[in-house]
């Protein structure tokens, strides 16, 4: 257990108010324990932290758990990028290196399998759950969540990031446009590592067995 002194609270308060997004972002409860495990912080500390956030009106608490008002919320930002993100590789670590660079907290929406099919005409080696967990794992990382089967705009409207970005060949579908387009700022990502794509991999593999 990190042991904090009380005067230095402060330092860990923008911490432990990304912590709590990211329990609301996985539908977590952000209670104080859940935090301090989270945090590797004890509960008296993070009590302290809670209280002086709440006093400065930047969470608030409601039967045991905390979530952020706008104000604590505007005090960082949120990133967002989707994809497929099957067999993990290069291409994929620089993107996400680089989204996290641009942002303070890091949102990965995998595509669910049903969507790939239906867009891509291609079903995923590895199913939901698999590829939401390997990406989880990245450090990088800060949340990773499952698309919407049928709504391409739900997982935004969950998240309500700052900045959504773009690899070099994503478009924004057009659904999310229309609700997002006066709310979020979008960033193309010029990250490409030559023949590092899951296509390429794919048949190169199939190519040597």
Not at 29 to 58: M, P, Y
Not at 81 to 88: M, W
Not at 146 to 162: E, I, N, T
């Amino acid at each position: 257990m990190t042991r904090v002194s009380e005067g230095d609270s402060t330092s860990w308060s923008l911490r432990l108010l990304q912590e709590v997004e990211k329990a609301r972002l996985r539908s977590e409860e952000a209670d104080e324990e859940r935090l301090a495990r989270s945090l590797g912080l004890s509960v008296d500390l993070i009590r302290t932290v809670l209280s002086e956030a709440g006093a400065q009106g930047r969470v608030v608490k409601e039967d045991g758990r905390f979530s952020l008002t706008p104000a604590g919320r505007r005090l960082f930002r949120v990133g967002m990028i989707g994809g497929v993100f099957d067999i993990l590789h290069l291409g994929h670590l620089r993107t996400l290196e680089e989204s996290r660079r641009q942002c303070d907290l890091l949102v990965v929406v995998i595509a669910r399998a049903e969507t790939v099919r239906r867009l891509k005409g291609k079903t995923p080696l590895n199913d939901d759950q698999v590829r939401r967990e390997m990406v989880s794992a990245l450090k990088i990382v800060d949340v990773a969540i499952l698309g919407d089967m049928v709504d391409r705009s739900v997982p935004f409207l969950h998240v309500h990031p700052d900045i959504v970005f773009l690899g070099h060949d994503q478009t924004m579908p057009g659904i999310v446009e229309e609700v997002l387009a006066k709310e979020v700022e979008v960033r193309r990502l010029n990250v490409r590592v030559e023949g590092k794509a899951t296509t390429d991999i794919i048949k190169k593999i199939s190519g040597e067995f």
